[in-house]
């Protein structure tokens, strides 16, 4: 099982990047999948979640609006659109995928909001 997440990096305030994690060894469709960060100092937080089929999806209070996620089951792969980055986005993300009993993280990826 492994979950690779890529489109980390730094960017200034205003700006957007994309993330994608891309997923195998497992049910893809099946699973509800979610990303989470982590600021330095702070606990892990839940960012957005999707459902198996997509028809679902809910975020956080402090990126509604500016985040959007989707996914491509036919690429076994979660998105993650960061619009109008703030300097608080700044984190370690995660992608995680979730389904009954079965948990699965990816190792994560910086993004640095900085000008």
């Known amino acids: 099982v492994q979950l690779v997440e890529s489109g980390g990096g730094l960017v200034q305030p205003g700006g957007s990047l994309r993330l994608s994690c891309a997923a195998s060894g497992f049910t893809y469709s099946a699973y509800a999948m979610s990303w989470y960060r982590q600021a330095p100092g702070k606990e892990r937080e839940l960012v957005a979640t999707?459902?198996?089929?997509?028809?679902?999806?809910h975020y956080a209070d402090s990126v509604k609006g500016r985040f959007t996620i989707s996914r491509d089951n036919a690429k076994n792969t979660v998105y993650l659109q960061m619009n109008n980055l703030k300097l608080e986005d700044t984190a370690v993300y995660y992608c995680?995928?979730?389904?009954?009993?079965?948990?699965?993280w990816g190792k994560g990826l910086l993004v640095t909001v900085s000008s």
């Open positions: 995680r995928g979730l389904w009954t009993l079965y948990d699965y």
């Open positions: 999707i459902t198996g089929t997509g028809a679902t999806t």
